[in-house]
Structures are given as structure tokens and as C-alpha cells.
């Protein structure tokens, strides 16, 4: 149990990393889903991860005037 | 097509039938098989994320779908997300356990990874809520494409 909290308390993601983490993981099981071969699957992997990050920075720009 | 070849004319269809003797009959102990895998591999799939797909000889789909899932539930335990108990009052803490308990093995591993509990008083709790749930999410599409897989091969 102490091993549990202490890889607990070391365990550190930023905002950004935690997001990055998500797409990655998302995208690779969408890309399971959806394509049949292996440069199939990378290749969707890569667009799905590339537009997670794009769409979430934009929207991210778009509320900056509400956080100030 | 050269000038003096005859062009085919609906007659001509009709004077050579099929043969439907060399089609081989469905064979109904395969199917009854395959008709028993589906809900069994379905079942495999919600216990151990990937197992479904491996049943039915889908390695790479079974190994990405385990990694994905497996990666979202074991990094939400480690930022000390919300795991939802059984026993909820409220609607949204019963569709956050169904999200939870979805990702089979996962939900029951929690309370080891867990020891020390949620801590959604930080960000990073609240986040790590939200990819145990995805982990669930994405087990249910994992489970219908089983399911859809299964009965391809049926019919």
C-alpha cells in the first residue's frame, strides 16, 4: 500500500501532457476500429492525434479572452 | 469484342442455368459454433479489454485495444481519479459506474492501483476521472466491433 501512494504522489502529468496522453490513446483505439491494415492504423493514428491537439489548442486560444 | 463474335442476348442466358450443385450447403454446425462464439467473445472482451478480438484471431486490434484501454484506466488510477461504487443515489453516479465497470478487469484492479483513494480536489483527480471513464467508453466500442466482426463471419 505505501508503494501505491508513493508511485501515486510521483506521478505527475501537466494539463497538456495529460491531454497529449488522451489523444494518443483515443486515437489508437479509433484507428483499431476503424482501418484494417498497419500503415492504415498509423496513418489515422497520426491524423486523430494531430487534430485532437489542433482542435483543443485552438479552442484553448478561443476561451484565453474569457480567463482574463 | 471482335466483329464476328456473337453478342449475348438474353436467350442465351437462359439456355446455360447455374449450376447449383457445385455450391457447397451451409454447414449448421460451424454456424451454430460461430453463432456461440459471438456472445462468448463478447463477454471475453468486456472482462479482459483486447480478449474478444483475440478470440476471434484479431491480434492487432486485441493488442491496440488492451494498450488503449489499459493505458487510459491505469493512468486515470495513477492522477487518483473518481471510481464510481455500485450503489449510487444519484443518475450520474450509476452511468459513471456503468462507464467505470465496463473496462472488465480494470475496474476491479482499481482498488489496488487505488489504495489511497480519489483525490478530485486537484485537477488532475478530475481528469483522471474522466480517462476512467473513457477507458469504459471505449471498451463498448471495442465490444461491438466484436460483435460486428462475429456476425461477418456467420454469414
Known amino acids: 500500500m505505501l508503494a501505491s501512494v508513493l508511485i501515486l504522489d510521483s506521478f505527475k502529468l501537466s494539463h497538456f501532457g495529460a491531454m497529449l496522453l488522451f489523444a494518443l490513446l483515443v486515437s489508437v483505439a479509433l484507428a483499431c476500429l476503424t482501418q484494417r491494415t498497419a500503415s492504415g492504423w498509423i496513418k489515422y493514428t497520426l491524423l486523430s492525434l494531430t487534430l485532437f491537439v489542433a482542435i483543443s489548442v485552438g479552442v484553448a486560444w478561443m476561451m484565453y479572452p474569457i480567463s482574463r | ?155
Open chain 2, 1 to 155: 469484342m471482335t466483329v464476328n463474335e456473337a453478342p449475348v442476348t438474353g436467350a442465351s442466358v437462359h439456355e446455360a442455368p447455374l449450376d447449383h450443385s457445385s455450391i457447397p450447403p451451409p454447414a449448421p454446425a460451424i454456424n451454430r459454433t460461430r453463432s456461440v462464439l459471438a456472445p462468448l467473445a463478447a463477454i471475453a472482451g468486456w472482462l479482459v479489454p483486447g480478449l474478444g478480438h483475440l478470440l476471434l484471431g484479431r491480434w492487432g486490434r486485441a493488442l491496440g485495444f488492451f494498450v488503449s484501454v489499459g493505458g487510459l484506466a491505469i493512468t486515470g488510477y495513477l492522477m487518483r481519479g473518481n471510481v464510481f461504487p455500485p450503489h449510487s443515489s444519484d443518475p450520474f453516479g450509476t452511468l459513471g459506474f456503468l462507464a467505470d465497470a465496463a473496462s472488465g478487469v480494470f475496474y476491479y484492479f482499481a482498488r489496488i492501483a487505488e489504495a489511497a483513494g480519489p483525490d478530485v480536489s486537484r485537477a488532475a483527480g478530475d481528469y483522471g476521472t474522466r480517462f476512467i471513464a473513457a477507458a469504459g467508453v471505449v471498451n463498448v466500442l471495442a465490444l461491438f466491433d466484436v460483435l460486428g466482426i462475429a456476425a461477418r463471419r456467420r454469414d
